[in-house]
Every structure is written in structure tokens, then in C-alpha cells.
């Protein structure tokens, strides 16, 4: 047989994996877009802040109004007259500012909501790159070993061919086709996988789950190196929350002194009453008006001082909040980024290992035209070439995971 056919599997290789020069980015992004607008767990956090504004409207009113009606069992007799009946009414004015702090406080509540929106995003945007990756690798591995199947029927004629003619034995016809169906088993577990996988994504993007996922067919990894600063972290939404939550402490501070103070009340009773009989005289029966005016003191401060000092310790307890969450980010970023690194190591490698395969296959091809060829041999290349293929689409996704993290953690 001529040599090209021996330059099968390297030629699949070269050009349904890695001949594209530029990631389709485009199809990510429109995924991700869609899971921005249909995740149900975004929108959960988008009601959640909308009740949290919502309550800057509740918390913008004064005590309520009290008023009271009252009869005499037994009218008591004035002067001027018997007293029938007494209607009153009473509003008490918080002190000074009081209600404005009310107002800041639950806006400084409502602003962490907002962050909280903006990390559950960001989290959305890392699932649903990490399983458009998961479900390349998926699909890309598939297709390998559709390639590597149809390599070994080729192999299969070959060696049949060589049994006629008694170069080879049954035995490497046997071992051929075992192959084969070892191959036909992982495929067929590799596109459950991928149905799977496919479901998840679906159901990011709060879709039906047998919806199609269809993703790029190559990706390779930057010839650029991507240098990484640390100091951007320091911005990072899950940092500037725990900033959030200290000036909500604050707030809640200035609300607690407001509350403190002093309120004052304003009132008007009212007492009607009756004419006196057979009596004639300048106030006779002339009802009763009294304003009134109240002070309400908080004269035990143990409340208002207990909450000073949980304010205190609520600050210093998110201060280590997140000097802990900012260690582990950064031991998260370092993570990502020298996995990266990693990832490419592992697919230079595969690179300079599937060339040797193929240097090894050159040797088998001129045993073949010389009538030595050990079919033994050839699916040991063969196993060993499509473990290398496995290894450099499984760097490709691992590469394209780590950036994923890494622009989560410093964008």
C-alpha cells in the first residue's frame, strides 16, 4: 500500500484540531449573554435589591398619628357644665435628622444587594465558559476518535491483506478490532458525557435541557504569554462588598445616636360639655380645648450602648472577613495563573510528542514496504498517539478554564 496511507491519522490530526488561528469568541459571548438575561438565579438578586431600595421608601415616614375617643360612664359635673365625651389626638417627631439616617442606612444596605448582583454575574459568566469548554473537549475528543476508529479499519484491511500473503497473523486482526471496540465504547461514553454537560449548560441559560449547544471546532492556545498583576484584585466585587457592609455598620451607627435623642410630641384634646340647666352664665356648657405637648426621653441607655459596641465588633469581625476572603482570591488567582502555565507546558509537550509518534510511523511505513511491518507495534503508536491527542485537547480546555478564572478574579 502507498505511503500516504499511513499519513491518515497525522493529517486528521493537523487539520480538525488545531488549524484555526483565532477562538470564535463571538458564540461564548452570545451564551453568555443569554444566561445574563434568563438566569433565574440573577434575577432572584435583581428582586432582592429592588425590595432592599423599596425599603428606603418605607423607612421615609413618621410614628403613626394617635387618636382616641372616650365616654363618661359617669359624667363628672364642672362648673360649667357635665363633661360627655373626650376625643384626642397625639403625633410624636423623631429627632432631627433621624429619618434621613434611616434612609442612608437601607441605602447602604441596598448597595451591597447591587454588589451581590454583580458577583452572582460574574459567577454566571465563569460556569458558563467553564461548561462551553468542558462541552469543546467533549465534542473535540469525540471526533479524535471517530478519526482513530476509521484509522483502524484502515489497519484492519491492511493487516487482512497481509494474512492472505502471510505477513501477519488472525491474532493481529483480533487485536485490531478489539481495539476498535475499546475505542467505539469510550465514544460512546464520551457523547453521554456530553449530553450531560450539555444539559448543565442548558439549564444556565434556563432553557429546555435537549436544546443544542454547538460550540467552535478549534481552539488553540495564544502565542502571546498574558502577564498577570496581582493589585487588581484589590477591586475585586467580592472584596468591595465586604467595603459595603462596613459602611452599612457605619450607617447603622449614626442611625442608633439619631435614635437616642430625645422625640417630641404634639397634641389637642378635646372635651365636650353639656349646659347647665336653668343657668345663664358666660361660659355655660362651653367645651374644653387643651394643645398638648410631650417629651419621650430614652432615659436607660443600655440599649443604644449595647448597640454601639456590636456595631464595633461587627466591623472588626468584616475587616477579617475580608482580609480572609482577599488571601484566599489571591491564592485562587496564583492557583489559576501557574495552572495556566502548566497547560501550556502539558500541550508543548503533547506537540513534540505526537511528532515523534509520527517519526515512529515513518519507521513502521518503510517496514511496511519492505514487507516487515508488525501491526504489534503499530497499535502501540497508535494507542500512544491518541493518548497524546487526548492530553493536548484536554490542555487547550484546561488553558482556557484558568483564563476564565483569572479574568473572574482580576477584570
Known sequence: MRRTQFYIKTTLILTSCFLSLIVNAQQLDS????????????????????IASEKINEVNTIPNTEFGVGFFVSEPETRTGAQRFKVSAKQMLPSFG??????????SMADTKYIDITIAKRKL????????????????????????????????????????VEKASVVDVLRLQMRQNDLEQL????????????????????????????????????????????????VHPELMKYDKLFQSVEQSELLNQKERKPMVGFGLDYIAVSERPNMSF????????????????????????????????????ITFQKQDRQNRLETLLDKAVNNKIASRISYETQVKNLQ????????????????TIDFKDVLDIQELQLRFQMNQIGA????????TMINYLTN
Open 125 to 164: 459568566i465563569v460556569s458558563v465558559s467553564k461548561s462551553y469548554y468542558r462541552l469543546y473537549e467533549l465534542k473535540a475528543r469525540q471526533e479524535i476518535l471517530n478519526q482513530n476508529i476509521a484509522l483502524l479499519k484502515t489497519y484492519e484491511i491492511m493487516a487482512l491483506k497481509s494474512v492472505e
Open 187 to 234: 465514544r460512546q461514553v464520551l457523547a453521554r458525557y456530553f449530553i450531560a454537560e450539555q444539559t448543565q449548560m442548558n439549564k444556565l441559560l434556563n432553557r429546555a435541557k435537549e436544546a443544542e449547544v454547538t460550540t467552535v471546532s478549534n481552539l488553540i492556545l495564544p502565542k502571546e504569554v498574558i502577564e498577570i498583576e496581582g493589585e487588581s484584585i484589590d
Open 356 to 371: 515523534q509518534a509520527k517519526n515512529a510511523e515513518d519507521i513502521l511505513i518503510k517496514s511496511y514496504e519492505t514487507g
Open 396 to 403: 487547550v480546555k484546561e488553558y482556557y478554564i484558568q483564563m
Open 98 to 107: 433621624s429619618i434621613t439616617a434611616r434612609q442612608n442606612y437601607m441605602s
Open 282 to 317: 358666660g361660659d355655660n356648657g362651653k367645651d374644653i380645648v387643651m394643645p398638648m405637648i410631650s417629651l419621650s426621653i430614652p432615659i436607660l441607655n443600655k440599649k443604644y450602648n449595647s448597640k454601639t459596641k456590636q456595631n464595633k465588633l461587627q466591623q472588626e469581625g
Open 31 to 50: 451564551l453568555i449573554e443569554e444566561a445574563l438575561q434568563n438566569n433565574p438565579k440573577i434575577q432572584k438578586f435583581e428582586v432582592r435589591y429592588k
